[in-house]
């Protein structure tokens, strides 16, 4: 009797990926020394920078996530009798995240240099950074999740559905900051990162994952038409739309059973509760997985 039912295939298959994982991670490692132009060592074990550490922990295990996710989707047998493909399938993915993740450093928060004040060891700034990488990697492997059994001929649609996504999390993050400066005498959410107030930071990013989980769901619950640009949309914007309410109607429900007569606005942005901000962060996360939960077929 054998009591271990791994097959060969399995030991061949986390093979090759560990080896692409570890080369993605070696590569990695160069490109942010040469931005830091110092070694990495130095920003993390001599000047303790924290922040770094967060920031780089985030793309380490947004790249590992990305590679198992990518092998588990695909056989052993194409990676190995066509690797091209794996490698074009290897770069348009990182190329998405990287993408998403430059348009919410360049265009959605403009006004906050994110990579200044990682350097500066400012936690917030590492956080809604990791937040909006790690959002930006779950809302990839959604769309390629929901157009890759088309192939790449449909690549225009992934690409055009993934900008307009984007725009949600582009007017999601104006409705964030409105409301702060609503509810803080008009101050700018973006200047209050620069004040390092650790509670805003976890609030954004678990905001922010919290609906790329939802988006994914959306796109999990979408039927995608082959070819057809216009229906693709438009059936997008219907679930994810619907996601996006059903994520924030939740979570307001939940937050008001589980803190009641408490202001978690201002214990966030003016008293820097930590333990508020990480049960937002906590519902936020867990109302999004619910909704894929419930409704990826």
Not at 120 to 148: E, P, R
Not at 152 to 174: E, T
Not at 230 to 238: A, I, K, S, Y
Not at 279 to 289: D, K, P, S, T
């Amino acid at each position: 009797m054998s009591y271990l039912s791994l097959s060969n295939t399995s030991f061949v298959a986390i093979t090759i990926s560990f080896a692409v994982i570890c080369l993605t991670i070696f590569l990695l490692r160069i490109i942010t020394q040469i931005k830091l132009k110092q070694a990495l060592k130095d920003e993390l074990a001599q000047h303790d920078n924290f922040a770094m550490g967060i920031n780089f922990a985030s793309e380490i295990s947004v790249v590992i996530a990305t590679i198992a996710f990518l092998f588990d989707e695909i056989s052993v047998n194409t990676a190995q009798s066509n690797p091209l493909k794996v490698a074009v399938l290897i770069v348009l993915l990182f190329s998405f995240i990287k993408v998403g993740h430059l348009i919410h450093r360049k265009w959605i928060l403009h006004r906050f240099n994110e990579e200044a004040a990682i350097l500066k060891q400012n936690v917030c700034a590492a956080l809604v950074d990791s937040g909006m990488l790690i959002a930006n990697f779950i809302m990839t492997l959604g769309i390629y999740t929901w157009t890759h059994t088309q192939g790449f001929s449909n690549l225009l649609i992934a690409l055009v559905s993934f900008f307009l996504l984007q725009g949600m999390f582009a007017l999601d993050s104006k409705i964030r900051e409105h409301r702060f400066a609503k509810a803080n005498q008009g101050a700018s959410l973006q200047s209050n990162f620069n004040l390092e107030n650790t509670s805003i930071g976890i609030r954004y990013a678990g905001k922010s994952i919290g609906l790329a989980l939802a988006s994914y769901a959306g796109l999990s619950s979408a039927t995608f038409q082959n070819g057809k640009m216009v229906e693709n949309l438009f059936t997008l914007v219907m679930h994810c739309g619907v996601m996006w309410i059903l994520l924030y109607a939740l979570t307001f429900i939940v937050k008001k059973i589980s803190l009641p007569n408490i202001d978690a606005a201002l214990e966030v942005d003016h008293q820097d509760n930590i333990g508020i901000a990480c049960i937002e962060f906590a519902v936020f996360c867990a109302i999004g997985y619910l909704l894929i939960s419930m409704f990826s077929i």
